[in-house]
Structures are given as C-alpha cells and as structure tokens.
C-alpha cells in the first residue's frame, strides 16, 4: 500500500482499506491474462438492478477477469459496495478507475461535491483550462482540455490541477489498484482536419509548433505528477495512438489489434521502440500492457468465427509477452452490447478433462512460462533450391564456393560438429576483403521466385565470432532479387531470412562472406517458397502458436498435445491429440499439455525479415 496513503487515513479508514485486498500481483497471475475493458453506467448497470441492489450474476461474470477497468463514477462516490464485491468474489482481481486524459463533456450534476465528472468540468472552467476548435471556435470535439495551459509562473496548472483531483478521488479512496487513463495522448497534431483546427492562440501559444511542444510537457507533467502523488504501487495505464510516459506508466493499450495506426501484427508487436514487446521492457515495472481485439459487427455476432479467431489472436499476443488480452465492442459502452458475459474456449479449460470451462476456478489454466518467447523454426516442403542441405557426404555437390583476391578462403566438410545429422560445412576465411561477395557459397540449383510473394532461407549456423553477413537471392546474370543481413554467433542457432523480391526471376541462393575473417559453419540449408516460422510460447500446462503471416502454416509441436475441446469455435478446438497442427493467416492455437511439466525451455530462434 502507498505509505503516503496510510499517513494520510484515520484508524478508521485504515480498517475498511484492510478489507480491500489488493489485487495479486501481476508477475505472480497465470496465464493466459484476461483483461475486462469494462463500462458502468450513471445508474450502475451491469452491476446494480432497477431496485437498487446488486446483480450477483454480472459481479461473478466479471469477477473472473485477472484485471477490470471501470469507471471511476459512480462506482467511487455513489457504488463503492461494486468493488467491494468483485474483491471478495477474486481477492487477486486488479481493478483500475477509468478516467478521461484529456476531454470532459458538460457535466453539470447537482451532487457537484461528489459526482466526478462534474467536479473534472469545474475544474477545467475555474482554471479557464479549455481548449477551442480554431475553426468554428467552439470546443475541441475528443480534447476539450487544454494539458498545455500555463500560468504565469510556467506551472501546467490544468494538468497539475487534475493530477490532484485524481489522486484525491481514486488514489485517495483506496479502492482501486489503478488508474487507466483513456484519450490521453502525447500530440493532438493528428486529430487535425478541414473542420478541426487547434487554436493555439487562444490557448496562449505563438504558433502550432509551440503548442505542440507546451502540450507534450503538460501530458508529461499530469503523467510525473499523479506518480508521485500515487507512489510507486499504484497502476497507471494510458491509451491513445502510440505508447508514451514509460518513465511513469505501467503499460498502455493497443487497440483495434492488429491494425492500430493502419499497421501490421509485426508493427504493433515487434517494432521498436513502441511494439509491444517493448512495452513490456520499456514501462515501469510490472508492466500492464493490453491487447484490445474489437469485436467484428453488432451484439449478437460475438461468437462467429471471424470473432472467435480475433479473440484467439489478441489473447495468445498478450500472452507472448507479459500482459492482458481483451476483446469487446470497440465503444466499450455496455448498454450497447452485455460483452462482460462473453466467454471464450480459452479463457478457461479444465486440465484434467481438456474442456472449455466457464467458471473462474479454471481461468490462468496455463499457469506460468517456463521459457521466454521465441520463435519456432522449420524447413518447409516447397521447391527447394538445395539440393545438399546437410552436407552428410560432401561439400560439393548442389554447391558452388567462390573466392576473389584478396580474399582466402577454404571449404570442408566437418564431421566433428553438426545441428542437424552429423556433419557440416565449413568455411576458413583466412584473409579478409573489402567485399562481401569475394567469398561466396552459392546452390547449383535455382527455385522461381516472383515479386509479391515471400521466400524462406533456413538453416543453422554458427561462427568463431559472431559475424554479420548478407545472403540473396539472385538474378541470372549477377545482382539480387532480393536481399537480407543476419548476425550469426558462436552456438549452433537456428535462423530464418526471409526475402521479399523486387524482380521476377529463377534464383539461387547465395550467402557472401567475404568481409570478415574467421570460420563459419553451416548446416541443414534450405531455400524455398513461404516462411515456416511461428511466434511460441511453452507454459506449465500448455503451449501458444501465433501465426502473423499471410500464409497458413503447418506445424510440428512434437509429442504430449491436444488441442481444448471447447463449444465456442468447436472446428478449432476439438479436443484431438496433435504432433501438429495447422495454424492459418493471423490466427493463434492454443494447446493443452497432455502429460505434466513435459514441456521444456526451448532455445530462443532468429527471424530476419526484409523490409
């Protein structure tokens, strides 16, 4: 608990925040993580009937969830008996107050004393914290608070001003584990269009650069402020476009995943230094990181297979790294839509039975990692452009070796270490050159390949230091369909170097090394149509496959799985014993380990895309 909080309570009020069991923490919560982007009503719905009492269905429905944001009125000052509740359903549940960063509609609510938007609009009005739409002069529609607004000491008095509100209405109340903060974003530069200019003037800026600037250092100041004000423990989320505040916050929301700013799975995920994964790395720790999938359609469609995969692929991305995945309507309005009462295959399986479950005894039914995220790698069974992939017998035949002075180099076959089988290639570049091409190992044989359409070159290697070195696809003639870089270390390691062509063409495979001396070895080569690799993650009781591809993959998990058997999407998880599994475009798998911790820790694999 915040120390400053507790010097701050009465005997009194330390008493009832003892009841208030704070949230389990989130290193400690088992896998996968549901999250609950959840709604309250003005009057309480979900939570609170027509007559006044509460509705002990929609609490055990939600109290299932690892973590819940709601809204921070009327639960705080009207319903606090809501939270109350879910705690003593889940005394490990997070629960986090929903406020606005940065807009406030016209609330003007006779409880002006309790009723917390009202006091947020009052604020912003006694500070004369609006900001204006430079078009039409009336407020700025989705960002009618002006973050940036200073007095004359230079004090961020609007965002200092509802960093004190907050912390007094939640931080202060005790009964939150947190704060997320929607519609709180780092510029307002994007919002902008024919009809929606900012006025900077009026917001006592000499130009829209300059307001630009001032409005980054309030958003930053109401970020700095409410830590410090809440400590340390207190969850602090936000959501708007790209992350920011990591010095601050514990995590953010990804919305509309995978297409957040009109992107991809891999730039939402991967990208740094905003991606997912590095949000995980990059935020105060523990991170609180969301995956947000939005429903596809009206109510009534939650349970279509083009929404069962959207759940699917969002909840096994977030379990990839170390946060929540949530799926619901994209205005999260539950008037709209009673999504706090869908339920999916693998939010909970019973272990014993492998069955989908409902109830929240079987939720975390992974449990823990025993292995960081890596990437699944394996040759696929297209055309192949290597003919002598293992070099078990020679180093010369479906190969070609080429050296150009001042480069010296050697080829061998080594029989004392091998990845796949029991010999290698070997490579002794004795003297270096300039020129990456001046030793070059090339297949005899060629596969087609057409711009449009992308190609996997698989194989492990390993080096007597680690060395960075291209490998192309060629044209007849000379040059490169394609092309790619991959650093390789001084372990066997698997990698796959995917290449994107810019011309059609009949290509061999090349890798040039001529730029750096030393040995290198190679083993089990392949170069064919397609990637063949899948983002995995092994848990104590299961395993997760994503598949961000825009290719259906067929792949190996080895012994002692089963896919759930669940009734959601029955096609995809019907209960049977894999060694594989087929994992189409965008889509994920989770699997149920069939025999105890025989899962173990895999080696972490490489993936090079060419961009």
């Not at 939270?83 to 929903?98: G, K, S, T």
């Not at 309507?329 to 008037?335: A, F, I, K, T």
């Not at 991959?486 to 009949?506: C, D, E, F, R």
Request: net charge negative; glycine share 10%; charged share 15%.
């Amino acid at each position: 608990m915040n120390t400053r909080l507790v010097t701050r309570l009465t005997a009194a009020g330390l008493a009832v925040l003892a009841l208030l069991a704070i949230g389990l923490p989130v290193s400690a919560q088992p896998f996968p993580r549901l999250g609950l982007y959840g709604s309250v009503t003005g009057s309480g719905a979900p939570f609170v009937k027509l007559d006044g009492t509460l509705d002990a269905a929609a609490l055990d429905q939600v109290a299932r969830y690892h973590e819940v944001i709601l809204d921070v009125n009327p639960l705080t000052p009207y319903r606090p008996d809501v939270i109350a509740a879910l705690r003593q359903r889940n005394p490990d549940i997070h629960v986090l107050a929903y406020v606005l960063g940065h807009d406030i509609w016209n609330a003007a609510d006779a409880d002006s004393l309790n009723h917390y938007p009202t006091r947020y609009r009052r604020l912003v009005r006694d500070l004369g914290g609006f900001l204006y739409n430079r078009y039409d002069g009336q407020l700025y529609p989705g960002a009618d608070v002006n973050l940036a607004k200073r007095d004359a000491n230079g004090h961020y008095v609007v965002a200092e001003g509802l960093a004190a509100l907050l912390d007094t209405v939640v931080v202060m109340s005790g009964r939150w584990d947190g704060i997320f903060f929607d519609v709180y974003c780092q510029s307002l530069l994007w919002t902008q269009d024919a009809t929606h200019q900012l006025d900077y003037s009026a917001a006592g800026y000499p130009s829209l650069a300059a307001f630009d600037t001032g409005w980054a250092a309030g958003a930053d100041t109401l970020a700095n402020r409410i830590r410090r004000l809440a400590g340390g423990n207190t969850i602090l989320v936000g959501n708007c476009a790209g992350s920011a505040h990591e010095v601050s916050f514990n995590g953010w929301m990804r919305e509309n995943f995978p297409l957040q700013n009109g992107g991809t799975w891999y730039s939402n995920v991967t990208d740094l230094p905003h991606g997912y994964f590095a949000n995980d790395a990059n935020f105060q720790q523990p991170a609180h990181n969301y995956i947000f999938s939005a429903l596809q359609g009206a109510n009534g469609n939650q349970y279509s297979s083009e929404n069962a995969r959207r759940v699917r692929y969002g909840l096994a991305t977030a379990a990839l790294g170390e946060g929540y995945g949530v799926f619901g309507p994209s205005n999260r309005d539950v008037s709209t839509a009673p999504y706090h009462q869908w339920w999916y295959d693998e939010y909970a399986v019973d272990l014993s039975t492998g069955h989908a479950a409902t109830d929240i005894a079987h939720t975390g039914w992974l449990g823990q990692p025993v292995a960081p995220r890596y990437q699944q790698i394996w040759a696929g069974t297209n055309q192949d452009a290597v003919s002598n992939s293992g070099f078990e017998t020679n180093v010369t035949s479906g190969w070609t070796f080429g050296t150009f002075a001042p480069a010296v180099a050697t080829i061998s076959r080594d029989a004392t270490t091998a990845a796949v089988g029991s010999a290698s290639c070997h490579l002794q570049i004795t003297t270096a050159s300039t020129v990456d091409w001046h030793v070059n190992l090339t297949s005899t044989a060629t596969i087609p390949v057409f711009v449009g359409y992308s190609y996997s070159v698989t194989f492990w290697a390993k080096a007597s230091a680690p060395r960075t070195f291209p490998i192309t696809a060629t044209l007849p003639g000379g040059g490169a369909a394609a092309t790619s870089t991959v650093t390789i270390g001084t372990t066997w390691k698997q990698y796959q170097i995917i290449l994107l062509p810019t011309a059609n063409a009949s290509s061999s495979l090349e890798f040039f090394l001529g730029t750096q001396a030393g040995d290198v070895w190679l083993d089990d080569v392949h170069f064919q149509q397609g990637s063949t690799n899948v983002y995995r993650r092994d848990f104590q009781n299961g395993t997760v496959l994503v598949n961000p591809s825009d290719q259906v993959l067929q792949v190996p998990v080895g012994a002692g799985f089963k896919r759930i058997l669940g009734t959601v999407d029955p096609l995809t998880n019907d209960g049977a014993v894999v060694t594989t599994v087929t994992v189409p475009a965008g889509d994920a798998i989770f699997l149920v380990g069939t025999a105890g911790d025989h899962i173990p820790p895999a080696n972490v694999q490489d993936l090079i895309i060419k961009p």
